[in-house]
Every structure is written in structure tokens, then in C-alpha cells.
């Protein structure tokens, strides 16, 4: 066998050997990585690369040497999974840089952490000034996560007092031109409605790249022609608007009428409709 066949032969084996093990040992694996994934990752990549390069090499060694690295990770996997202890000492432990509001330039040190590399972290957190923070740590993936001081976190609607009502996420009910029937059944909708909601903005299926759906019904829609402007939901807005109107035509009719029961009738269907305004309102906008 040619030199360049046996190449690719051995990049195509390792290749998808090296997928199945990824996908088994799991998705952290592809994002941040403790010490002890980092040296698997490492040595994994090495052994590919080596066998990979070397058709003078036993194939044989190279699936016995990655099948040794997949096994001892995804075996300090599960034994981490159970014991606290094992777990710290295989993927770290978290350290404290900021608390209440003072750097531990202690255990700044132990981690060979220095000022400049603590300002560039809390810069990647949009915070400026260490006297904005009330507490910092470094977790065992390098990230620095960060809780600024009371006073300069964000107002939330829970602060102000206010409720707002639960939101799930939104169905892609259509996908390159294709309409998907699971999303639209996890909404208890069909394919009627979205082809209802499509004609009320003169839009076909085929023209669609993807459309979103609510819980609310509200469908956003974005179309392969860029040039061509969609509106956007405004259906509880216009619910919204209706019943303002109404409670408008109320005040209306109770100043208009000299009769003095429909003017009582009037004013007290007015206050009811306005008391319904004011706790569908937030739902609505």
C-alpha cells in the first residue's frame, strides 16, 4: 500500500475513533476544560497526530493508547461524580480573589495570578474599578466569575417590584422553507394557523427562512429576500390599544347620556374595564 493511502487510511480511522470518544466522554469535554482534561485533550491529540504521520508505526498501538486515555478519563469521570473529595482533587478547586470588596492578593499568589491579569478578567466582565466588586473567584476552568456591589448591579424587574409574567422559549415553527410540525404541536397549533398568519403578511412558505412562534401566538419571520421588510407581531399591542378604546368609548358614553342609571352603568363598566387594563397590561407589551 502506497505511503499517502496509508496516511489517509489512518486519518480516517483515528478521525472517527477520536469523534466517538468525544461524544462519549461528553459535551464539557468541547468546553471549559479542567487541568486533567486538559492533559487528556492533549495527549489524545498527540497520539492522533503521531500515528497519524508515522506509517512506520503499529495501528494496533495507536487504538490501545487512545483506547487507555478514553478509558481513564471517562473512569475519573464517574468516580468524580460520587466523591467530592476525588472531584476536587482531579478538577481543582475554586479561589477567591475579591471578597467583600478587598483582593486576597494571597490567593492571587498561590495561583500565580498577577494585577494586570485580575484587571484584564474583571475588564472581560464589564467592571473597571476592583472597588466595584463585592465578591470575585476563579473556577477551576480559568474563568474569573464576578458579582458586583449592590449598588452597581443591574436594576431587575424584581427589584422595582414589578411582575412579570412567565415566558417559554420560542418554537421555530419554520426552517429553510420547510414548515416543522413538532414545534408547532409543542405550541397546540397547526399548520392552518401559520399559513393564516403567513397570508395576513402576504408571505408563502417556500419564502420563509425561519419563523419563530411564541406562546403568546405572535409569529416573527424572516424572509431569504432581505430586501423585502416583514412587519413586526403586533397583536397584543393592538389587544392592548382595543381595550383601551373601549374603556375610552365608555367615559364617552357616561358623558353623553343624561339618563342617570346607563351613566352609573356606564362609569361602573369603565372602572372594571380599567382595573382589567391595568393587570393585563404587562402581559401585553
Not at 478514553?70 to 475554586?94: D, L, M, N, Y
Not at 395576513?200 to 419563523?211: C, H, M, Q, R, Y
Not at 389587544?239 to 374603556?247: G, T
Request: hydrophobic share 40%.
Amino acid at each position: 500500500m502506497p505511503d499517502w493511502v496509508n496516511v489517509i487510511a489512518r486519518s480516517i480511522i483515528l478521525i472517527i475513533v477520536l469523534f466517538l470518544m468525544t461524544k462519549a466522554l461528553g459535551k464539557k469535554q468541547l468546553s471549559e476544560m479542567n487541568v486533567f482534561e486538559y492533559i487528556t485533550g492533549i495527549v489524545i491529540g498527540s497520539i492522533v497526530a503521531m500515528h497519524t504521520a508515522d506509517g512506520n508505526s503499529t495501528f494496533s498501538h495507536a487504538i490501545a493508547a487512545l483506547f487507555v486515555w478514553f478509558a481513564i478519563p471517562f473512569a475519573v469521570e464517574i468516580i468524580s461524580e460520587k466523591s467530592k473529595s476525588f472531584r476536587s482533587f482531579t478538577q481543582g478547586k475554586s479561589t477567591v480573589f475579591i471578597q467583600d470588596g478587598k483582593v486576597m492578593e494571597d490567593n492571587m499568589k498561590k495561583e500565580r495570578f498577577t494585577s494586570d491579569e485580575l484587571l484584564e478578567k474583571l475588564r472581560s466582565n464589564q467592571i473597571f474599578k476592583t472597588a466595584d466588586v463585592e465578591f470575585a473567584v476563579l473556577e477551576p476552568s480559568g474563568n474569573l466569575n464576578v458579582m458586583p456591589k449592590k449598588e452597581n448591579q443591574p436594576l431587575t424587574a424584581k427589584v422595582l417590584g414589578i411582575k412579570l409574567p412567565t415566558e417559554r422559549e420560542p418554537q421555530t415553527v419554520v426552517m429553510d422553507g420547510k414548515v416543522l410540525l413538532e414545534p408547532l404541536a409543542n405550541l397546540s397549533l397547526n399548520t392552518n394557523w401559520l399559513e393564516t398568519e403567513l397570508d395576513k403578511i402576504n408571505v408563502s412558505v417556500e419564502n420563509v427562512f425561519l419563523a419563530q412562534a411564541d406562546t403568546d401566538g405572535q409569529i416573527t419571520v424572516d424572509l431569504y429576500d432581505d430586501k423585502i421588510s416583514v412587519p413586526s407581531p403586533s397583536e397584543k399591542p393592538l389587544l392592548l390599544a382595543n381595550l383601551k378604546k373601549c374603556q375610552a368609548d365608555l367615559e364617552l358614553f357616561s358623558l353623553g347620556t343624561e339618563n342617570q342609571t346607563a351613566k352609573d352603568l356606564y362609569q361602573k363598566n369603565s372602572k372594571k374595564l380599567q382595573q382589567a387594563i391595568d393587570l393585563v397590561s404587562p402581559y401585553l407589551k
